[in-house]
């Protein structure tokens, strides 16, 4: 083998490796977030994800019954039942008396608690508690125990979230607000890429420099300007300020730069010989940019789809500017966060919540990831 093959199979292997490494990046947190979603809360608490295809184990408190249920057997007053008295099926290890030690005693085994009274918790959950004298009290004995539970899965808290905690709702509002602010950029930046691409005006270039510019400037600064702006132009036409028209407008003024350098980059890439046969055919900019420049532009269209709809969809700041916080306004992200702030324990929750809000770009990305690349590098080497 050659020095040069040598250090292109390297290189190679290299890029394998690295390319491994993002994807086991990616792929293992979202895969930890799925599997959480599809647990119930004692499980997630008892252990991590990566253990929720063995049993697991946990330490519980329960009281058996009062002395109403004692009964006489062989001389003795007995309480006998089941710790699991919903018919959970569950394997006891050990059991205690006392929070200090709650796995003092192997289950099976008669625990001494004084006299006379035992105390024996099997490890299907079935107990008996035994004593020389009537028991007294409305309050039965505490029992602590150990118990390992089988595999879990569910979909409860997927209902719980879909249909109680109002992430449906804001799961509609964010396609509301989305599917918009995709489509309206595409439509704009083609004319606008086509016309800087190959037509000839006065003050093309600087247009062109102005719009790259553009890019640059941060959103964060432009914000507040926009807004009140915005909310002097309603306030002069009398509508309301916080619409989804409004939140359409300024995802679409924030895209635009970057969707118009990125169609003119590829638009201007195309044969110049298809362009010049179409005008001497008789066909007019509108009939060469509907028929010939769109069809062929359409990996580029995708690119900018994925990268337009993925920030529209995690927006969390333009969406708390631009629109309300009621049940028919308010985003996914807008209602993650909330549910981030009052239901920080409910692990349950919160990775069903960011499950569902994770699903949509996925779906989107795979949908049109063959053009993705496609549309990103064609036009990079020449340009009109």
Known sequence: MSAKTGKSFASRFGVHIAVLVFVAIWTVPTLGILVSSL?????IIASGWWNSFASSSQTEAGRLPAASAQAQKDGKYVIEGNIFGDGTKRDISAFGVKSSAPTQYP???????????????NADGSFALSSPKAFEGERGQRVYFASSAPPKFTTDNYRTVLFSEG?????????????PSTV????????????????RFPGRALLIAVIIGLLVVPLQMSLIPLLKLYNGVGSFFGVPSKTYLGIWLAHTGFGL????????SY?????????????????????????????????????????????????????????????DQIV????????????????????????????VPLIVFFSLQRYFVRGLLAGSVKGG
Request: no cysteine; charged share 15%; hydrophobic share 60%.
């Open 167 to 179: 992430i449906g709702r804001s799961f509609m509002n964010s396609l509301t607000v989305t599917i």
């Open 107 to 121: 289950a099976g085994t008669a625990a001494d608690l004084g006299d006379g009274v035992s105390l024996q918790v």
């Open 257 to 264: 730069p970057f969707a118009i350098y990125l169609l003119r």
């Open 267 to 327: 638009i201007a890439g195309l044969p110049r010989e298809i362009m010049e046969s179409a005008r001497i055919d008789g066909a007019s900019d509108f009939e060469i940019f509907v028929k010939i420049v769109l069809p062929l532009s359409f990996p580029v269209l995708a690119s900018f789809a994925i990268f337009q709809f993925l920030w529209v969809w995690n927006d969390l700041l333009v969406a708390m500017v631009f629109l309300g916080t009621e049940a």
């Open 184 to 199: 309206i950029p595409i439509l704009i930046a083609a004319f606008a890429a086509y016309a800087l691409a190959w037509m």
């Open 39 to 43: 647990r119930d809360k004692d499980q």
């Open 332 to 359: 996914l992200t807008a209602k993650l966060n909330a549910l981030l702030g009052s239901r920080g324990g409910d692990w349950e929750i919160l990775t069903t919540s960011a499950f569902v809000t994770i699903i």
